[in-house]
C-alpha cells in the first residue's frame, strides 16, 4: 500500500490547513489510522489517531483545534488544521496500521510563522 500525503504549506499564525493522505487501494483489518509529525531535533509524535469505528483521539496539544477524518470510498484520511501556532511547524506523516503492517506517507511540511 502507498500512502500520498498533501496539502502542506506555510501560513501565518492563527491560519488554517487542511492535510489529506489517499491509499493506493481499499485498507483490510484495519486497525487504526492515524497523523504524526516530527519537527526539527525531535521526535515523532502522535497528533491524532482514529479507531475503525470512526473514534477520534488527539494529544492534548492540538486538542480543540485540528481534527481528523476519513472517507473509506475514497481510501483517504484527512486532518484539519486550525489555530495554527509557530510550535505546529513539523514534517506530517500520515499512518495505516493493520493486522499485518504498518504504513506511513512521505511527510508533508507545515510551516508556521509568527
Known amino acids: 500500500v502507498q500512502l500520498q500525503a498533501s496539502g502542506g504549506g506555510s501560513v501565518q499564525a492563527g491560519g488554517s490547513l487542511g492535510l489529506s493522505c489517499s491509499a493506493s487501494?481499499?485498507?483490510?483489518?484495519?486497525?487504526?489510522v492515524g497523523w504524526y509529525r516530527q519537527a526539527p531535533g525531535r521526535q515523532r509524535e502522535l497528533v491524532a489517531s482514529?479507531?475503525?469505528?470512526?473514534?477520534?483521539n488527539y494529544a492534548d496539544y492540538v486538542k480543540g483545534r485540528f481534527t481528523i477524518s476519513r472517507d473509506d470510498a475514497k481510501n483517504t484520511m484527512y486532518l484539519h488544521l486550525n489555530s495554527l501556532k509557530p510550535e505546529d511547524t513539523a514534517v506530517y506523516y500520515c499512518n495505516i496500521v493493520t493486522d499485518k503492517e504498518t504504513y506511513w506517507g512521505q511527510g508533508t511540511q507545515v510551516t508556521v510563522s509568527s
Open positions: 487501494r481499499r485498507i483490510y483489518n484495519l486497525l487504526a
Open positions: 482514529m479507531s475503525p469505528g470512526g473514534m477520534p
